[in-house]
């Protein structure tokens, strides 16, 4: 869960947003070069991104507690975890939901129109039609409230400054199918990044804003994804991922 962060970046020291990470503007590059070991097509071309507006990131994934706190529902099938675990079961329809919901509760502008919808956020069948975003030219980057994160945001923060497969060894840095014992775990125990964000990598997928496709080759600014089809991505490996090559950085 994102939010647009304060314009005065070089020299911020302001409050940042409990439990959240403030992501200064900066250029990186998205993707993965060709010899990475476990790369996948769709992975490139590595292209410099650069992200022009600084922005909030929570620090580690929405846990159970939050979001029954927020939404009155508890999603997921999985076998019990406890209240600081993440939550699962969650579609890319319910996190917009939940990220509107926290914007109500902050009093900020939502960031999604959602239009359709059926059932409610969490109970497993939860959709809508469709969806705006409430922000000049329907740029997501420009929301004031709460809104997920792009795929390069992601990816980004991900990184925090690292050129290779991960920010650390995989073992350290990530509960996956390796050492999890295929079952997910509390946010917060493994290593964080060097921007101090946690399970970037390992126990649960997490959703960003972008539909899938390719990427464009040439650099971008700002990019938020093609403006049609029909799927989603997600980032970030999850407990249950055997192979090392889905948890990687570009993955």
Known sequence: IAQLGPDDVPSY???ITKGFVHVKRGAFTMGSPESESGRSDDEGPARLVTISRPFELQAHEVTVDEWRA???TSPGKLAPCGDKCPVVGVSWWDALAYANALSRREGLE?????????GKPGDGI???FGV??????????????????????WEYAARAGTTGPRHGELSEVAWYGGNS???????GGK???????????????????DR????????AVDPVGPKSGAVRVFRGCGWEWLGTSACRSAY
């Open 70 to 72: 927020l939404m009155g």
């Open 13 to 15: 020291d302001g409050p």
């Open 181 to 187: 014992w295929l079952k997910r775990h509390p946010v």
């Open 212 to 219: 899938k496709d390719d990427y464009t080759p040439g650099s």
């Open 126 to 128: 939860y959709g809508c």
């Open 110 to 118: 939502e960031c999604y129109a959602l239009t359709g919808c059926v």
């Open 132 to 153: 705006t975003v409430r922000a000049p030219n329907q740029q997501p980057t420009n929301c004031t409230g709460y809104r997920l994160p792009t795929e390069a945001e």
């Open 191 to 209: 290593t964080p990044n060097a921007w101090g964000f946690y399970d970037m990598l390992g126990n649960v997928w997490e959703w960003a804003w």
